[in-house]
């Protein structure tokens, strides 16, 4: 009683602040406003901390501070949010743009002389209070789509004083919304070694009908027992299809309301807990998010307001449930589940695992053969968890399945002495219909083991590569006069371990090159004047994750 007490002060708490900022911050952009993604949405792993702003599907769009303040950080990363930049106001909030193209002229020369002076692309800064101070129509950065970003858009987050990401659509920035949340799938899950839903004795997906108001309603069911209810839903604004994430959704039995989860606020040391609170199974197996409207144990998520949303049904009382799904702007869509308690003859059985690698959320768990030692930390799992381990071939393992979620990093450690070419080698995950190919996990070597950390179940294996990178010129030859291009452009590429880093040089100094993974490619501009009048040598080393290195040479003339 005391927790949901604590949780309404919180979420009462909350909705006062949002009110109060309201009218504080404004659009970074100046055109109309299309989400591709909005604040909560459900992604791998995490929940999306902000809005995700269509820019007309180019890069280059002016982006202005959401309100005054000054540049308190700056962050470019070849993956995650590429190109960042932080503002703090005067408030104690902070504001984030990410996947951006580029800064303003003067955020952008301080950013490059700091590059240069560390001789490195990926660069994190904090500028002082006084550096870059900030007026709302004064120009910050280009949209782009630098690092982790499937498209040209602009990242915008709203963050509090402990840099706890707020739902902007809350905080002033107005996204037209007229459509209602859409409904794929409604389940119920039976919570309890008792309970089971129309005889069976595992998640039961319901049918569902339109009525003429837009609302759903499910066919009867009969159950026992404590059950849950799950669903799979998305949210749509105006102006895109894309689907996004749901803001609040609520169930209620018989009239009193027995769960509420709402998208306000998280941070981000409990975001990975999405996996706690999604069917993580069925969506590695279907590639689709089912949200759990009742809480089980080792789920700490500040997202929920009310309720465990554990039903009890009882045998022969009839159950009206009702679940509710709105988003920021009050379009709501309901969901009535009629329910009889009534026990039926199981039709299935949950199979239960027969293993001695028996694995504790509260403990460490350790295994280790003639070849390979796993070791999961505490907390890692959320449930106790029948391990299935078994050896696939030489030096390849099957470590359980990668249907059950992982919330901490485990370590696997092949003994090198069975390993033919300990220097080249790495570990990999592979999938049983291509076990000779495999995905990059890690290569520390300490001279007795290889290792590497993994917060995935699956199969691993120690994998050899002998093939050095490749460099390739895209836009200029060697020996060739190029005084008309605007930049250099080279491709490099690894198709084993992937690489790990680069370093270009022009006549021996260091020279900046702008990486972007997606396309393998590595820009340096001829504004950054590295170059001279005449010949040039242009050199660039990449080494891949095993020590595989190539050194690419060429001469090119400019005026």
């Known amino acids: 009683m005391k927790y949901f007490f604590v949780l309404s002060l919180l979420s009462f708490f909350y909705s ?46 002016k982006i202005y501070p959401a309100a005054e303040g000054f540049v308190s950080r700056i962050k470019i990363s070849n993956h995650g949010y590429g190109k960042a930049l932080y ?17 303003a002229p003067k955020i952008e020369a301080y950013v490059k002389l700091k590059q240069y002076a560390k001789q490195s692309y990926e660069i994190e800064l904090f500028p002082k209070k006084g550096e870059f101070p900030l007026s709302l129509n004064e120009v910050i950065a280009y949209s782009g789509n630098s690092g982790s970003s499937g498209g040209p858009h602009l990242h915008f987050e709203i963050r509090d004083a402990k840099q706890r990401p707020l739902n902007p ?13 859409l409904v794929n799938t409604v389940w119920l899950y039976p919570l309890d070694d008792d309970a089971e839903i129309n005889g069976y004795k595992k998640p039961y997906r319901l049918k569902t009908k339109s009525l003429s108001d837009g609302n759903l309603k499910t066919t009867p069911v009969s159950a026992c027992g404590n059950i849950g209810i799950g669903l799979s839903t998305v949210d749509q604004q105006d102006g895109a299809y894309n689907k996004n994430g749901y803001y609040t959704i609520s169930s209620s039995i018989n009239g009193t309301k027995n769960f509420e989860l709402e998208m306000n606020r998280f941070s981000f040391s409990e975001t990975r807990y999405i996996n706690r609170l999604i069917d993580y199974k069925y969506f590695k197996e279907h590639k ?55 026990s039926k003859p199981v039709k299935t059985s949950s199979i239960t695992q027969s293993s001695s690698h028996i694995a504790s959320p509260n403990t460490s768990f350790n295994f280790n053969n003639s070849f390979v030692k796993v070791s999961i930390p505490k907390g890692a799992l959320y449930d106790y968890t029948s391990l299935d381990i078994k050896e696939v ?28 070419d300990p220097k080249h080698s790495y570990i990999g995950e592979f999938f049983s219909n291509n076990p000779k190919k495999a995905l990059f996990v890690g290569a520390k070597n300490n001279g007795t083991y290889l290792s590497a950390r993994t917060r995935n179940f699956g199969n691993f294996g120690v994998f050899t ?53 997606k396309r393998n490619l590595l820009v340096y501009n001829f504004k950054d004047a590295i170059h001279t009048s005449g010949k040039n040598v242009l050199k660039i080393y990449v080494e891949d994750n095993v020590g595989n290195n190539t050194i690419f040479e060429s001469i090119f003339f400019r005026k």
Not at 303 to 322: E, F, R
Request: proline share 4%.
């Open 16 to 61: 006062t602040t949002a009110q109060s900022l309201k009218n504080t911050f404004k659009s970074p952009l100046k055109i109309p406003l299309i989400l591709s993604g909005n604040f909560g949405e459900l992604r791998n792993n995490h929940f999306h901390a902000g809005l995700d702003i269509k820019t007309q599907g180019r890069k280059g769009v």
């Open 393 to 420: 071939s030489e030096n390849k393992i099957q470590i359980h399945k990668n249907t059950t979620p992982l919330h901490k990093y485990m370590t696997i450690s092949f003994d090198l002495a069975s390993v033919s």
């Open 465 to 517: 590569d002998t093939t050095r990178p490749n460099i390739s010129p895209l836009n200029f030859s060697n020996n060739k006069w190029i005084s008309k291009l605007k930049t250099l452009r080279v491709s490099i590429s690894d198709k084993e371990s992937g690489i790990k880093n680069f370093r270009a040089t022009i006549n021996n100094k260091f020279a900046l090159m702008e990486y972007d993974y």
């Open 169 to 181: 659509m809350l905080c002033g920035i107005d996204i037209k919304d007229t459509r209602k949340p």
């Open 87 to 103: 503002i703090q106001h005067p408030n104690g909030y902070t504001t984030v743009y990410a996947h951006l193209k580029e800064f």
């Open 288 to 342: 689709s998010r089912i949200t759990k409207l009742f809480i089980e144990s080792n789920n700490p998520l500040s997202i929920y307001k009310q309720g465990n949303g554990y039903i009890n049904i009882i045998d022969s009382l009839s159950y009206k449930c009702v679940v509710n799904i709105k988003d920021v702007k009050g379009n709501l869509r309901t969901i009535s589940i009629p329910i009889t308690g009534k």
